[in-house]
């Protein structure tokens, strides 16, 4: 069979052949290049291999190496932390320094201002350089010209007033040496204007380890009117603004120093007590101007009768003080006593006015009498009440008897406390009879009272114990309410009399209540007004008189008698009686005493019953004891008496007894008695 090629067949198979030689060469050049890739992969294997038990042996070697890496990435993770607190803390320490900084440009901005606007110069005294820094406040405050020193002693010679520089340096040594925590000292200093100022100085030192003193820093003040002030509460609190005399509290100071200086050396000293008589009267009738000046004019003389060294002082009122530190002799406090009681007998002058008075004294000697001032005090005090006791214008030495007075008027003041408690007190009644009509026209109520410790304790003395102390009111209040009730049973029993005369003080007239607790009791026990008459004695007059003289007069309003007791032995005035709101005058025992052998008192006493009847007042005589002196008092138209010549004063039991068997004689036109005893 015949083949026959096409041309086209031939170009195709050549081109397959071709392409197949080129596919086994890319074959061949491919397994080259796998074979070229199987050796180097057989050489990484190599390679790896060898590095795999390089890394073995690296990783065996470096085992401990990671241990100590561990260990080491922990500590330094641990300083990491505290670096990180550090970090913090810092922060923290940067912000407070920050507050801390701006806080102290605040204080110093404050502390300039203070500084300027503050009334304190400051300085800074600079001990190794002796240099002194003030500040620009110490120009105004001493009004110099600048602030610029030398030194610290300079400045001190030069500015503080000499007077007062040794102080200064006292205290400044005084702190330098340790014995005071700060410097402190008060002293003056002389401006240009011509006056003196108090300055204090305070401050601090600041020392090195050594303890050396490095320098000092502190302020000082102007307390120049701190200082003003001080000076005017020192003079309220030791001197008597009327007078400018030393009081009672300045005087007790200058005592005990004179007491401590005299029993170290072996001295005597005195102390005057001194009261003015009277002086109540002078103020109340003249007016308390008058009082004053009185005062301020006895201050004045009794300047005049002592020492330089001797002291005056106002106790208070019109009590005055002299203290002698040192005496060396009795003379001398007897000279000087009489001469101050003969100068009171003339007559003083005050605004035009003549005025009368005297000076009661007591003199108390130390140590004798007391080495501690209130006893000395006391002591004289005592001696001049002794003074008073005994008329009055006179002075007397302190002794232990008065002592003894002081004690029984301690026992008297309890032992009344207690009896008024226990109701251990009494009222005795003594009779008032009209002699005109002969009759008993009244009693008077007199208390009394029986101490157990005591025995019979006379109402002079314990009266006056119960005025000096609170015992008045209470006993007043006592005597008129027994009084009361005894004027009820009285009545109740037909007894006829006017009223009972019943004594009231003058501290019972000063109780707001007085009037209103009287109406009270009458209330209580069934009595009128006009059975009761209150007696008052003079005294009430002279103290308070215009008010006394309303509350008489509302007394007299509601029904009540009033009569005035002890007249002539005080200070009433014919003159202003005829003022009075009273309806009988009580002439005292004294004019009575010698009315059968003196003209003048029978003169006196006729006057008086004269006067007092053409003024409308019924008269009453007291302590009548001889027939003589009532037949006397009988011709001088006298209303009543009462005395022991008619009946002593006697106890309730007594005076029914006394009632029921008194008769009148008319035809002798005396009082007989029976069954008095």
Not at 98 to 105: D, F, G, S, T
Not at 113 to 134: M, P, Q, T
Not at 273 to 278: G, I, T, Y
Not at 537 to 559: H, P, Q
Request: charged share 30%.
């Amino acid at each position: 069979m015949r083949i026959f090629y096409r041309p086209g067949f031939i170009i195709v198979s050549i081109l397959i052949l071709l392409l197949i030689v080129v596919l086994i060469i890319f074959m061949e050049i491919v397994i080259l290049r796998k074979n070229n890739q199987i050796d180097e992969l057989l050489k990484l294997k190599n390679m790896l291999n060898e590095e795999i038990e390089n890394r073995k042996e690296a990783e065996k070697n470096s085992m401990e190496s990671e241990k100590k890496l561990s260990q080491s990435y922990q500590e330094l993770s641990a300083v990491y932390e505290q670096l990180a607190a550090a970090e913090q803390e810092l922060k923290q320490q940067i912000a407070e320094l920050k507050n801390h900084e701006e806080a102290l440009k605040i204080s110093e901005e404050r502390y300039k201002l203070a500084v300027e606007g503050a009334n304190d110069a400051i300085f800074e005294w600079d001990f190794r350089k002796d240099s002194l820094f003030i500040s620009d406040k110490w120009e105004s405050i001493s009004e110099s010209e600048n602030n610029k020193v030398d030194g610290i002693r300079d400045f001190l010679r030069s500015t503080v007033y000499h007077k007062d520089l040794p102080k200064v340096k006292e205290d400044l040594r005084s702190h330098m040496k340790g014995k005071t925590d700060y410097f402190q000292s008060e002293f003056r200093i002389f401006t240009k204007s011509g006056i003196y100022k108090w300055l204090r100085a305070r401050g601090k030192v600041l020392r090195d380890d050594n303890e050396e003193i490095l320098k000092m820093a502190g302020s000082v003040t102007d307390i120049t009117e701190n200082k003003v002030i001080q000076n005017k509460i020192n003079y309220i609190a030791y001197y008597d603004t009327l007078t400018t005399l030393p009081n009672r509290a300045r005087f007790l100071e200058q005592l005990d120093n004179a007491i401590a200086e005299n029993v170290v050396k072996n001295h005597k000293g005195a102390v005057i007590f001194l009261d003015v008589d009277n002086f109540k009267k002078i103020n109340d009738v003249l007016g308390h101007d008058y009082g004053d000046e009185f005062l301020k004019k006895i201050a004045q003389i009794l300047k005049n009768f002592i020492r330089p060294t001797d002291i005056l002082a106002r106790s208070g009122g019109d009590e005055f003080i002299i203290l002698i530190p040192k005496m060396e002799d009795i003379n001398e406090i007897l000279d000087l006593s009489e001469n101050i009681i003969n100068y009171f007998k003339n007559p003083f002058i005050i605004n035009s006015n003549t005025i009368y008075s005297s000076i009661s004294m007591g003199v108390s000697i130390f140590p004798e009498d007391g080495i501690n001032s209130k006893d000395i005090l006391r002591n004289a005090d005592t001696a001049m009440y002794e003074a008073k006791y005994n008329g009055r214008n006179q002075y007397r030495f302190f002794n232990k008897t008065m002592s003894e007075n002081i004690l029984r008027k301690d026992i008297i003041e309890r032992g009344l406390r207690e009896a008024l408690e226990k109701n251990e007190l009494m009222l005795y009644y003594q009779p008032q009879l009209d002699i005109k009509n002969n009759r008993i026209s009244g009693f008077e109520a007199l208390i009394r009272w029986k101490s157990k410790e005591l025995g019979w304790v006379s109402p002079t003395e314990f009266i006056a114990i119960a005025e000096e102390t609170d015992l008045i009111i209470p006993l007043g209040n006592w005597i008129i309410k027994e009084a009361c009730k005894q004027i009820k049973v009285w009545k109740d029993k037909g007894y006829v009399y006017d009223s009972m005369a019943i004594n009231i003080s003058p501290l019972q007239i000063q109780q707001e209540d007085f009037i209103k607790d009287l109406t009270s009791i009458l209330q209580e026990t069934g009595i009128r007004s006009e059975n009761v008459e209150i007696e008052i004695t003079e005294n009430v007059l002279m103290n308070l008189y215009d008010d006394n003289i309303e509350f008489l007069k509302r007394l007299k309003d509601k029904g009540f008698k009033i009569a005035l007791d002890d007249f002539g032995t005080g200070y009433s005035s014919l003159s202003y009686l005829r003022l009075l709101p009273i309806n009988k005058l009580k002439i005292d025992k004294s004019f009575i005493d010698f009315l059968e052998s003196n003209e003048a008192d029978r003169d006196i006493t006729a006057g008086i019953i004269e006067l007092s009847h053409k003024m409308g007042l019924e008269v009453i005589v007291e302590g009548v004891e001889t027939q003589q002196q009532l037949n006397i008092l009988k011709a001088m138209d006298c209303d009543s008496i009462q005395g022991y010549y008619f009946s002593r004063p006697l106890p309730t039991e007594e005076v029914e007894e006394f009632l029921d068997n008194v008769q009148f004689t008319m035809h002798n036109a005396q009082c007989t008695m029976h069954n008095l005893q």
